[in-house]
């Protein structure tokens, strides 16, 4: 049987996150979603760094999608025109995307999506069909495209009809695995729900979200994925920290896939509307589009509903927190009360399965609302007992014993007090030996350096020494390759991006290319990545680094 996918609903833009989307999903049957596992023991990274276009491929022509079951199944907004407006009684509206101008560059393409998703040879990312389909150009065969219609919360409060402003959703493929993805344009112009925006995307944060989606996919965390970046000449004018300064910038659309992008909002807009109908159909739909093992007869199936999204957020949230990934804007812009700072992820991804429940209350009998109320009761202890085990395992303990949750809690305070870089202190934790451990001897291990000039570290590392002699058959060549899988030496630092940015600006994608490439491996040492100092202490002008909404 295939592994089908469980939608997780988590989050993104929906409720209390940022317009930065990353649609989360988790393959069921996989335990807890670990795949950086396989990633990183079944293929290791060429010796060598050389893109491997056949450029006499040309599959593209046999490419098609379809819309007929999202637009069989809900009543469609046919409006007519990309003019703003507020949307009633759909789920969809029909809207066509506005072709970037060209010359149309290619910035960036996933061998890996265009492959193992969208059974293409990634050689027809040269082509000019292929530059024309990713940026809206041209339309796929079968293709009928759609904007989402959903609402949310924004800084915690009802921001009413939200939708997508800047993307269209192209149609369904269904790969030759029996994968269902959702192909979607990002930065594709105007439609419905664009507001005063003007339905673009810059350079910057196409980039942005091309490697992040990417990099998060390596590291293990279910995430939307992403196949090609088109970079154009087309003037887009950006004012990025809201300080009156416009600049202007350049168009760029990325075609990224997931395997539904319905979110909270979805939801959440039909019953503040009072679309109750409505309401009821999309969660039947999604219910048995991508939660199989609820039985669509069961009374209380949106309650298991519920309970599925709880539970599947709680581990999401867990997981990126393990790798230290924040879902925002961080360094702030416009966060100024740190809203979606690192340590609040648990806290927003509760908020916004709150909101979750709100929603659902039309459909839910009392009994069954109140249920939902301990439903999410539980998740604080879910997200506990999971991101528990992942730092444990990031400290290469095994088994359990009491005092291992105060082991991890003191280190995070020493690693926040002393400013410790949060992913190579545990990379370098994972590379030094026994030996070095005992002598302290942390030459040219920097984050180390940092974390041991506090003044209880010596305190931490006896304990923590102390724990691992504790444990029977394992040796220390072990714990370090157990340890050097659960702890990324390479991640998408803003500092990096930024570097990749500004050659992509001045249309040199090298940059991108190399980070994509690294970020595919990034439980692996690799000597490209050490050359470009991505293991490095960050540069000095990283810290004058900020990012917005728009980044
Ligand atoms: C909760 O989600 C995790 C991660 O997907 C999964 O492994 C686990 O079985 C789920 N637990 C329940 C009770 O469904
Ligand atoms: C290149 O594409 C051709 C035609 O699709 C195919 O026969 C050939 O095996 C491909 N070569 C590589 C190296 O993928
Ligand atoms: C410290 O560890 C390094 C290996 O990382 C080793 O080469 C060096 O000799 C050690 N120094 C001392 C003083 O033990
Ligand atoms: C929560 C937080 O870190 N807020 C900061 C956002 O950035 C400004 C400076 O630009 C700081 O003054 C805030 O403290």
Request: net charge neutral; aromatic share 10%; charged share 25%.
């Amino acid at each position: 049987m295939f592994p089908f996918r469980v939608m997780l609903f988590a989050l993104v833009a929906a409720s209390s996150f940022t317009p930065v989307c990353v649609l989360q999903f988790c393959t069921d049957g996989d335990g807890d979603c670990h795949r950086h596992d396989a990633t990183a023991s079944s293929s290791r990274p060429p010796n060598t760094f050389t893109s491997r276009w056949n450029a006499s491929a040309s599959n593209l022509d046999r490419f098609r999608v379809s819309c007929k079951k999202l637009i069989e199944a809900f009543p469609i907004d046919e409006g007519g025109g990309n003019y703003a407006r507020s949307v009633k009684n759909c789920i969809f509206s029909k809207s066509t995307p506005t072709p970037l101008k060209g010359p149309l560059r290619l910035a960036a393409a996933s061998k890996e999506v265009m492959e193992d998703i969208l059974d293409l040879d990634v050689a027809v990312t040269r082509s000019d069909d292929f530059l024309l389909y990713a940026s809206g150009g041209r339309l796929p065969p079968g293709s009928a495209p759609l904007a989402h219609r959903y609402g949310g919360h924004q800084f915690g409060y009802w921001a009413g009809q939200l939708g997508d402003g800047r993307a269209h959703s192209l149609g369904q493929y269904t790969n030759r695995k029996g994968e269902v993805w959702e192909l979607q344009l990002k930065g594709s112009g105007k439609t419905p729900y664009s507001r005063s925006g003007d339905g673009r995307a810059v350079i910057r944060s196409s980039v942005r979200e091309f490697l992040g989606s990417e990099a998060m996919h390596f590291l293990g965390v279910p995430t939307s994925r992403a196949a090609s970046l088109i970079v154009s000449d087309e003037p887009v004018m950006r004012d990025q920290f809201y300080d009156g300064n416009v600049k202007t910038e350049r168009g760029a659309v990325v075609l990224r896939l997931a395997n539904s992008w319905f979110r909270i909002g979805s939801l959440e807009i039909l019953s503040q509307s009072g679309e109750i109908d409505l309401l009821r159909k999309l969660l039947t739909f999604v219910i048995a589009e991508h939660f199989p093992s609820i039985h669509p007869d069961d009374p209380d199936k949106y309650l298991a509903f519920y309970s599925t999204v709880v539970n599947e957020t709680a581990h999401l949230i867990a997981r990126w927190t393990s790798v230290g990934f924040a879902h925002g804007f961080v360094p702030n812009t416009s966060d100024d009360e740190g809203r979606y700072a690192i340590g609040a992820q648990a806290d927003a991804a509760l908020f916004n399965l709150e909101k979750l429940a709100t929603a659902l209350g039309p459909v839910l009998p009392g009994k069954q609302q109140s249920e939902a109320r301990d439903i999410l009761k539980g998740y604080v202890d879910i997200y506990h007992k999971r991101t528990h085990r992942l730092f444990k395992a990031k400290l290469g303990l095994l088994g359990e014993e009491e005092d291992d949750g105060s082991l991890i809690a003191f280190l995070l305070k020493m690693m926040e007090e002393t400013h410790s870089d949060f992913t190579m202190t545990f990379r370098q934790l994972s590379e030094v030996s026994f030996q070095q451990l005992l002598n302290r001897n942390f030459t040219q291990l920097w984050a180390l350096e940092d974390l041991s000039s506090h003044n209880l570290f010596p305190d931490w590392l006896s304990m923590y020494r102390l724990r691992l002699l504790r444990q029977p058959n394992d040796g220390d060549l072990e714990r370090q390759q157990r340890m050097k899988n659960e702890n990324p030496r390479y991640v998408l630092r803003n500092w990096m991006a930024q570097s990749a940015i500004s050659k992509a600006e001045k249309n040199d994608f090298s940059e991108v290319e190399l980070l994509h490439h690294i970020l595919s491996f990034p439980f692996i040492t690799q000597e490209v990545a050490e050359k470009a100092g991505y293991a490095q202490r960050p540069p000095s002008w990283a810290k004058r680094l900020k990012v917005s909404c728009s980044s």
